[in-house]
């Protein structure tokens, strides 16, 4: 298969692609954990995929366009394409897209997502029938991102929110997720599966201002943003960063 470069390419930081490697590996194995649990994870994406300013469930005002990235199982996506969302996800692991692609879709009234397989930096993305995907050339009112910018070492965890938010239209939401940390450290660590074996990830983990000040300089003067503090079912706290693309600012 041939490879799309989307409008704004970014290119690999030197070792970034041994550790996008190492991580494909750890979610090509995890993918069975990730349709275990995946009604925990919808119970939790309920507590965060809402309107920072009115505190309810974020719905499209009309015909909404939303992007997931790092879509992982298509939890997610399919929870925005049931609250009324036209949504695009990406994900890099062939077994969580494969997931993704095989849920049910007669519950949803309107079209299910569109899952694309490819890492999101390049801009490289396959479609369901294995073709080269058109780039991400559009604009999207909702963009997320849950659970993936810590998968990225600094300083490239900046280069992912800088072209999330590239995505963002005029009067668009970005939401960015991590857990809560008491220092900031990155490294190669082990993430322990549900059959008690472990595999090895890049993770990097962020106080609450540190991950605040990522996407604050990344998104400038262009952007309101406020914060949500949740805890997960397991108590964990998560940090949901919520980046407002100013309406009047051109596109």
């Excluded at 990730?34 to 809402?50: D, I, K, V």
């Excluded at 659970?147 to 999330?164: C, Q, T, W």
């Amino acid at each position: 298969m041939s490879a799309v470069t989307t409008s704004a390419p970014t290119a690999l930081r030197p070792g970034l692609a041994s550790v996008l490697d190492a991580n494909l590996a750890a979610y090509q194995t995890l993918a069975d954990d990730y349709r275990e649990t995946s009604p925990q994870r919808l119970r939790h994406a309920a507590r965060w995929l809402q309107d920072p300013e009115q505190g309810r469930p974020l719905k499209p005002v009309a015909a909404g366009h939303a992007l997931d990235i790092g879509c992982a199982d298509g939890s997610h996506a399919f929870l925005l394409a049931e609250r009324g969302y036209n949504v695009t996800a990406v994900d890099f692991s062939s077994r969580m897209i494969e997931l993704a692609r095989s849920r049910d879709t007669q519950a949803l009234q309107g079209p299910g997502p569109t899952f694309l397989e490819g890492e999101f930096l390049t801009g490289k993305f396959f479609d369901a029938a294995g073709e080269v995907a058109p780039p991400l050339d559009r604009k999207f009112e909702l963009v997320v991102a849950n659970a993936f910018i810590h998968l990225f070492p600094k300083p490239a965890d900046e280069d992912v929110v800088r072209r999330a938010l590239e995505l963002v239209a005029p009067g668009g939401l970005a939401l960015f997720s991590t857990t809560i940390e008491d220092i900031r450290d990155e490294n190669f660590f082990a993430k322990t599966r549900m059959n008690g074996t472990a595999v090895e990830r890049w993770r990097g983990h962020y106080p609450k201002d540190d991950f605040l000040s990522l996407v604050r300089d990344a998104a400038g003067d262009g952007f309101v943003i406020t914060d949500l503090l949740t805890a997960d079912l397991r108590g964990k706290p998560w940090l949901t960063v919520f980046a407002r693309h100013r309406a009047n600012d051109p596109d």
